[in-house]
């Protein structure tokens, strides 16, 4: 085939590759400048107690509302008459849920955190930050899944950008504009922020329907499941953030916080592919995994290549960092470039992971994804306990390297299964007249 026909011929691939993406690199780029602004204008100590706070709430919320935003999900794609009470379920629990992390988080925070001197306006702050990154984000989160279950993605997206540049707007004003430079300052302008985008996303779903005030016990145990592999994986990465602040500086903790952030960008780009790739790989398999083999060693190998190139890109861009962070961040250039190479081992276990996902393997899929998460955790809060960032540096290589190792060795082992368990035709030997 020529080469200007093979061109035309991956153009539209192309264009749906950048689609797809889209939405997750924007958002990306702006939580990148907000946290750039936030960490240039706070300064090293105040934004690494952000950072700390920021880590805590993040487990939080993948708890707050129980995976019951998945019932919303599956019940209402398939029987959009159903919205009403499975909304109506779902700001019940996540209600609930809510008020149990804001008082358990109230009681506990002001024994770990001083935000002013004075114990009501610490306990008055502490309460805004859990009633902002937990309750009012959790609304918003809702939102978008409201728009996936009725199958507006271009909705959804919009809610998804409209979230992050909605917070990058608060630190271009809040801080660079009206001069906010502590924590306790950012931290009104954070919750005015949440609040009028809560407020927004509201009324953009609220013609889809008013909530039923029902509980669905059916689904309470599919929602905890679903959940579950969410709060684990927060825990696992965060949990070298929380030990990192009480072990090393506040330069050391803010520092590696941005280089993990802007690793976790550089992963979007082969993210954007997966999700491309993941109706066609579902339709590969149907008779068998082994059918698709060939085509995941080609999924494998343009990952690799995107995921080299970021890694490039960050390797090389990361001495400029300072210009943007500000000149306090003496280590984001080198942490960056230590974790840069991370996005390629990412690159081959996710591809396994997607094939195991796409032929319909998810119980190996589930083991796999959360045994890295919960050994890997442990892995990496012991090695961050002993070594400080060095012990955290070698953790995460030695995570990801072994998840990519399992989901491949997994992977070939049940397309192998798949190969042998297809029926055998006899063959009939010729019959030779004497």
Known sequence: MPVSSRLRALLPMGLSYAASGGSLIVSSAAQLLTFAILARCLGVEEFSIFIALTAITAVA????????????????????????????HNILISGISGLVLVVLGVVILPQVFTLSA?????????????????????????????????????????NVIFFALGRLAAAVLGCLVFGADTLAEWIVWAFVAHAAIAVLSIRSASP??????????????????????????????NVDLLLLSALTSAEGVASYAVARRIVDSGYLSVEALNRLLYPGSAAATRDGLHQALGRFRKVLAVSIGIAVMAALVLVCGAPLLPLLFGAEYVSLPGFTQILAPTIVLMAAWATAQEALG?????????????????????????????????GAFFAIYATELATAVAAWLVLLRLADRDRHSLPKTETLAPVHSK
């Open 118 to 158: 004075d114990p009501l306006i610490n306990l008055t702050l502490l309460l805004v930050v859990l009633v902002t990154n937990i309750v009012l984000a959790r609304v918003i989160l809702l939102v978008e899944q409201i728009f996936i279950a009725h199958s507006n993605f271009a909705a959804a997206n919009r």
């Open 208 to 237: 889809l329907g008013r909530p039923s005030w029902v509980f669905h016990w059916d689904e309470m145990r599919n929602g905890i499941l679903f959940s579950t592999p969410f709060i684990l994986r927060a825990l696992r990465q």
């Open 358 to 390: 796409s032929s319909g393997h998810h119980l190996e899929r589930a083991m796999i994804f959360n045994g890295a998460v919960v050994l890997g955790g442990m892995g990496i809060a012991l090695a961050t306990w002993l070594e400080g960032t060095s």
């Open 61 to 88: 919320i993948q708890i707050c509302g129980l995976g019951a935003q998945e019932a919303l999900v599956r019940r209402v794609a398939r029987e959009p008459a159903l919205y009403p009470r499975f909304l109506g």
